[in-house]
């Protein structure tokens, strides 16, 4: 008699939360501030993070992992940035566990960054539930996706602390409900900071990196 | 201690297999051929089936049950075509599973349809390994999602009988790199037939439409 589905993913769970603390501790102790992205599949990570890596690396010493179910194609696209970028293949896992991005640390000084970034695999549920260590999780949600998704995701925009709309440049020809979007964000994680960028456009970059800046600015005094 | 993950995986993905068969034979028996649609969340299912649906009733006895984890957003926006449907609401769970196609099913009479649609949930991972019992299944993927993603995710590609870009009205705008895309879906499915279209165009409506009636014409005259 096999045990509920349920039970092995609890347990699961909980072994990923103990190795998500080990690994905050590890970036606390290193004094190192850690980000990961989320989103469906071609909402923008890639395009949203190599632009980020591109301007933060003249100030910032910055490193970023990636994951996917198959192919380097994203470490590839981040490394261009000249950030040193690892791929995570998840083989058939639709989400990043703690343990891979242990494992994929390998040998990187922790101690000599002052960014991580953690993309993960693009979906809107999988990966809702695995901490991963991060300090701030962002959620993507791109403009050619509907208005309508945080509704239907709710999960995967409550365990985020900041959404940020991608693709604005394309909200018109999309006829992107943006009142909707707002409405929904609102509804699913009322309060949360809400920013609307374009990668294209570089529109939005600005407020996003002025946000990060602050939030590394407290950490150093202490202040979180 | 409890069994590994796999385990349980393999006894969930029998008992689904089991479900599958026997919706199959219903169907079958009753002469309703059934398409499902699977892709990344807002790459433009429902889209496409409203389109698809508002056309086929005037002609065929069309149904749609259609799954996500919360809201009946797209159930209301299907039944704007005028065809029965139904939401299946899944909670946590990021696919369909048969038994939940079955149960959704309820008290509809098989034998009054020609066409039955089944909408999955959002998502590229998921819903590759469940048989919902569906003479046909497509993949959709929208031109702004990036031309790479049948590689990334090679097994929502390889388990589809159909691919279908969407949203070709934009592909211009957000550069979409059409010949990339059908090398990789070519590279994963050798052999896969593509058809593009734009369900604000309506392009590409007519030569999808022509394989469906193409399909219930073999399996009327006893080809298929």
Not at 162 to 187: G, H, Q, W, Y
Request: glycine share 6%.
């Amino acid at each position: 008699m096999l045990p509920r589905m349920l039970d092995v993913r609890t347990k699961i769970l909980k072994d990923n939360d103990r190795v998500a603390r080990s690994l905050r501790e590890r970036f606390d102790a290193a004094g190192v501030f850690v980000v990961s992205l989320v989103s469906s599949p071609g909402a923008g990570k890639t395009a949203f993070l190599q632009k980020t890596l591109t301007v933060l690396r003249e100030r910032y010493r910055v490193a970023a992992l990636v994951g996917d179910l198959a192919t380097e194609n994203d470490a590839n696209r981040l490394a261009q940035s000249g950030a040193p970028v690892r791929q995570i293949v998840t083989g058939t896992v639709c989400h990043l566990e703690a343990a891979m991005v242990d494992t994929a640390l390998g040998d990187w000084r922790l101690e000599e960054l002052d960014i991580l970034f953690i993309e993960n695999v693009g979906n809107l549920v999988c990966p809702s539930s695995y901490d991963l260590g991060e300090h701030l999780r962002l959620v993507l949600l791109s403009t050619t996706e509907g208005a309508d998704k945080p509704l239907k995701y709710p999960t995967i925009f409550n365990t985020a602390d900041l959404a940020v709309i991608t693709k604005s440049d394309l909200a018109v020809a999309v006829e992107f409900d943006r009142p909707a979007a707002l409405a929904a964000i609102e509804s699913v994680r009322p309060g949360m900071t809400v920013l609307e960028t374009s990668a294209k456009s570089a529109d939005g970059l600005a407020p996003w990196l002025a946000i990060l800046e602050e939030r590394l600015a407290e950490r150093e005094s202490g202040v979180a």
